[in-house]
């Protein structure tokens, strides 16, 4: 009996200490290192199994020129005296850890002021996770550090993946200050892994903006991305947000002519933890590669520098039956500007299995030859979706707090939503639905030929003429599986 008992304390000892190998293996990671100018830099790597797993698009559109060292200065007053000053800190677009560990991820930081000063961190909160988490700022004109305790507001739409989109909130004691840089630590006076840029662009640049979804799973569909700027820019919009998760390198040439009008903005979303795959394996960490975290991103982004946001997705488009633009349907609706935080729209599907426009009309050889799927497809469902399912939205980002996929979760100030009756413009979804035999009466629906068809085939071959050896779009086949 007491042979079998120290048996089983050995087994339990070489457990333990095999377990604590393996934890310390998949947590290691590369975190600070100063370089031989005496910058701080944090690495964006993860030396851990999760990482491992984890497909690093090899391919984005051109990148922005971003230093990413952090310089410093040393302190002669104020607490945390082994803290260095930052002298400057840049918008790096990379998750950076808190702490060194993965319960919790930040990404950007933006100053606001529409009830009262705050910085507010987009990032990846670990949904089991109940650490305290601490402020750091530093302000321009005070060399004191200022420390404040965070506090958490969770982002909704999770779908009870390991990580939920959160907003990190501080705030600090001289309202008429306004910080420069801040990191989040789980102690006060602790050495930070994660410097943030606070963004606080107080000018109106747009009317009307436009925020997408994260490309994923090497997004080759150039065709449709060109269909989908090209159709909103004559509908009013006059700057798109991207995120790129992973794109093919027809779309990665496409951007960068964009980019360089100065029509989109590409913000390198890579992220650092599982997430969706092609073939699904269901261990992805994360809602469908952050895309509560990169909606929020985009409305403070746009805080200040948008009047209005819109939310679509590469298939969708805001389409008025009574007016031809988007800015004249919210000036009839709203004509004040100060009532409505967003304006929702009902869903109607244009299917895509089913059989294309018959006929010949004036253009069709170049809606063929671009894949125009707004001008060939052109039967839709008699279904008119219940508001809030699969709507999308346009919003004041000035009246709202926090987005959803469908809705506004939060709104600010008294706002609310105005249910745009469908009379007056709805939400075309072009797709292939799950189930084709479902009985459905078909409808042929020309506003979109009738309203646009000219000036849009005209931007078509006009962007198209500038890619002449880009492809239109790469098959899925083309790309080593899984994808993601």
Avoid at 86 to 110: I, L
Avoid at 147 to 169: C, L, Q
Avoid at 368 to 378: G, H, P
Wanted: glycine share 4%.
């Amino acid at each position: 009996m007491r042979f079998y008992l120290k048996k089983l304390i050995y087994i339990l000892i070489v457990f333990y200490v095999v377990s604590f190998m393996i934890y310390t293996y998949i947590t290691v990671d590369r975190q600070t290192f100063i370089t031989a100018t005496g910058n701080f830099v944090i690495t964006a790597k993860r030396n851990n199994k999760y990482q491992n797993s984890v497909d690093v698009p090899k391919t984005s559109p051109k990148k922005e020129h971003r230093p990413t060292a952090v310089t410093f200065t040393e302190r002669k007053a104020g607490p945390c005296m082994d803290l260095r000053r930052p002298q400057q800190v840049f918008d790096a677009e990379t998750w950076q850890k808190v702490n060194g560990d993965v319960k919790n991820f930040v990404f950007s930081a933006f100053y606001e002021n529409i009830t009262e000063p705050k910085v507010r961190i987009v990032g990846l909160k670990e949904r089991k996770s109940s650490q305290g988490i601490f402020c750091q700022m530093w302000f321009d004109g005070k060399t004191e550090l200022e420390i404040e305790t965070v506090y958490i507001k969770k982002i909704p739409e999770d779908h009870s993946k390991r990580y939920s989109a959160t907003f990190y909130i501080c705030q600090w004691e001289q309202k008429e200050l306004i910080p420069y840089a801040v990191s989040l630590v789980t102690s006060l006076c602790e050495k930070p892994t994660n410097f943030l840029s606070v963004q606080h662009n107080l000018e109106q640049k747009w009317k009307f903006s436009l925020c997408l979804t994260p490309f994923n799973f090497r997004y080759s569909r150039a065709y449709e991305l060109v269909e989908m700027i090209e159709l909103n820019r004559l509908l009013g919009v006059e700057h798109f947000f991207f995120y790129n998760y992973s794109t093919g390198s027809n779309v990665d040439e496409v951007l960068d002519t964009y980019i360089n009008e100065g029509v989109v903005k590409v913000i390198q979303w890579h992220l650092p933890i599982l997430v969706d795959r092609w073939p699904p394996n269901k261990k992805e960490e994360v809602h469908y590669f952050a895309q509560l975290a990169s909606l929020n991103d985009c409305l403070y982004r746009n805080l200040y520098t948008s009047k209005y946001i819109v939310y679509t997705d590469l298939d969708e488009f805001i389409i008025p039956r009574k007016t031809t633009d988007l800015p004249s349907l919210i000036s009839k609706i709203d004509p004040d500007s100060n009532k409505y935080g967003a304006f929702i729209f009902r869903c109607i599907f244009f299917r895509k299995e089913w059989p294309k426009l018959k006929g010949d009309f004036e253009g069709r050889a170049q809606a063929e030859k671009y894949k125009s799927e707004t001008l060939l497809t052109v039967k839709r469902e008699h279904k008119l979706w219940p508001m809030y399912q699969r709507s999308k939205y346009i919003v004041k980002p000035s009246g709202v707090e926090v987005v959803g996929i469908h809705t506004v979760w939060t709104w600010r100030n008294g706002y609310k939503a105005y249910k745009v009756n469908e009379d007056d413009a709805r939400l075309h979804h072009y797709r292939s639905w799950e189930n084709p035999i479902e009985p459905n009466s078909r409808i042929i629906d020309m506003i979109i030929h009738d309203n646009y068809k000219d000036k849009l085939l005209e931007r078509l071959n006009q962007r198209w003429m500038q890619l002449p050896d880009v492809p239109l779009d790469i098959p899925i086949s083309n790309y080593t599986h899984p994808l993601r």
